[in-house]
């Protein structure tokens, strides 16, 4: 059972557009979720992360975005470069239990 | 952030006989750590929580006695893959609690059984 969902699998987005990834949960419990960017044989890097009582949490040009009450959080790439080309991976975890919940995980290819 | 580290980056061995992958946290102190298995384009999938001092917890469906873990210090997790075979090829990486909750990541280790 997949406990964070992610969406798209792919994507691919023009230089200088906005990259939108989208996560859903469905365990209330969940108090903790960061954002992680894995380059091909390297292992994931930790983008962003924030906590529910927040709605958004913004770093250079990475934004979250949460929506408590629709159990969903998103991850923004603003002006988006091919070095960002990359895939990304949302997860979630509980309080006092630091194991990491993953999404599937979007590849995202950023074209000149 | 906190740096971590895993040696060997690559490594090559024959069905049967046995490997260990190291993982380090080079900065902080890691009460836990933790194992992921990652297969070409997919997610990360636990393996095991290390904690210094006591024994790994296994998820469901990892062997404990193929996928030996010991977490011997505050700065050293190691994972043993025992009687290697083809199917445990993958790419296997660590983490480590940095902070209150932030989860940092080795750079991964590339098995191949031949």
């Known amino acids: 059972q997949q406990q964070v969902k992610q969406s798209p699998q792919s994507l691919i987005v023009q230089k200088g557009g906005i990259s939108i990834i989208n996560c859903a949960y469905e365990?209330?419990?969940?108090?903790?979720f960061p954002w992680y960017q894995q380059f091909p044989g390297k292992g994931p890097a930790l983008l962003i992360a924030?906590?529910?009582?927040?709605s958004e949490k913004k770093e250079g040009r990475f934004t979250i975005s949460f929506n408590k009450s629709a159990k969903q959080f998103s991850l923004h790439i603003m002006d988006s470069q091919p070095g960002d080309s990359a895939t990304y991976f949302c997860?979630?975890?509980?309080?006092?239990?630091?194991?990491?919940?993953f999404g599937t995980g979007t590849r995202l290819t950023v074209i000149p | 952030g906190a740096v971590v580290s895993q040696h060997p980056s690559r490594v090559i061995c024959k069905s049967g006989t046995s490997v260990k992958i190291e993982c380090r946290s080079l900065?902080?102190?890691?009460?836990?750590m933790f194992w992921y298995r990652q297969f070409p384009k997919q997610s990360l999938m636990l393996m095991a929580t290390?904690?210094?001092?006591?024994?790994?917890?296994?998820e469901q469906g990892v062997e404990k006695d193929k996928f030996l873990i010991n977490h011997a210090s505050l700065t050293l997790s190691t994972l043993t893959v025992t009687s290697a075979h083809p199917e445990d090829s993958s790419f296997y990486i660590c983490?480590?609690?940095?902070?209150?909750?932030?989860?940092?990541f080795g750079p991964g280790t590339r098995l191949t059984v031949t």
């Open positions: 983490s480590a609690i940095w902070g209150l909750r932030e989860q940092y």
């Open positions: 365990n209330t419990a969940f108090d903790y």
């Open positions: 924030i906590r529910p009582d927040v």
């Open positions: 997860a979630a975890s509980k309080p006092g239990a630091n194991n990491l919940f």
């Open positions: 900065d902080f102190q890691a009460t836990t």
């Open positions: 290390s904690n210094e001092g006591s024994k790994a917890t296994y």
